[in-house]
């Protein structure tokens, strides 16, 4: 069964409101989990690292500012798109890795689905 | 991390073997060679992972060439199931950077 959880799936909103999108490790404790987005089409491309207690880690290209990132506790970070218009329109997902080091697999949420109108 | 290199697509008919083919020629010493597959509108999921040795699991089997520099994903029968991206990612040894995805290879399965 799923072990990351995202939520929510798909979200419809107006431009210029703020989304708030969850991501929970079930039944681990997650110091790092990782947000990606992803465009009609393309591949995904790695947002920024969320580290827990601390700041989150953001790719070049990526506005701090308007992609927020709170990771609160070992098992819940959020990332909170601030005053979305539509080209923020994309699929968002999170992932976080069971063991930490050793190359053990990535564990990914089902994405959340953002559509600014 | 290193790049690789997958075909864009590949087809393949239900219920017969498939060969994903994955180049990397610049692969580090130690760099894993992890296999991930996205299937529509899902997050990605794990498929196997290896280093030097060929590796089978209940998913698929991963074929690594003797030189690292190319490495095969088997699913041994498809499933309609099975039609997805896949994505051929080299990551260090540590484990603990992110996932970089390429373009992957889209698999269409005909029934």
């Known amino acids: 069964g799923a072990v990351v959880s995202q939520h929510p799936s798909w979200v419809i909103c107006k431009s210029g409101t703020s989304v708030k999108i969850e991501c929970r490790s079930l039944d681990f404790q997650a110091t790092t989990m990782f947000w990606y987005r992803q465009f009609p089409k393309q591949s995904l491309m790695l947002m920024a690292t969320s580290n827990e207690g601390s700041k989150a880690t953001y790719e070049q290209g990526v506005e701090k500012d308007k992609f927020l990132i709170n990771h609160a506790s070992l098992t819940l970070s959020t990332l909170t798109v601030t005053s979305a218009h539509p080209e923020d329109s994309s699929f968002y997902i999170c992932?976080?890795?069971?063991?930490?080091?050793?190359?053990?697999?990535?564990?990914f949420g089902d994405g959340t689905r953002l559509s600014i109108l | 991390d290193a790049k690789t290199t997958q075909p864009n697509s590949m087809e393949s008919n239900e219920e017969e073997p498939v060969h994903l083919p994955c180049n990397h020629s610049?692969?580090?010493?130690?760099?894993?060679i992890h296999w991930y597959r996205q299937l529509p509108s899902q997050g990605p999921e794990y498929v196997i992972h290896g280093l030097t040795s060929n590796v089978n699991n209940r998913m698929a089997s991963l074929a690594i060439a003797e030189d690292r520099k190319s490495s095969t994903l088997i699913l041994h029968r498809a499933t309609l199931r099975d039609a997805a991206v896949y994505y051929c990612?080299?990551?260090?040894?540590?484990?603990?950077?992110?996932?970089?995805f390429g373009k992957g290879t889209r698999l269409s399965v005909i029934a």
């Open positions: 610049t692969i580090s010493g130690t760099d894993y």
């Open positions: 990612i080299l990551r260090d040894y540590s484990g603990n950077t992110p996932l970089v």
């Open positions: 992932s976080a890795q069971r063991w930490q080091g050793r190359n053990q697999p990535q564990h």
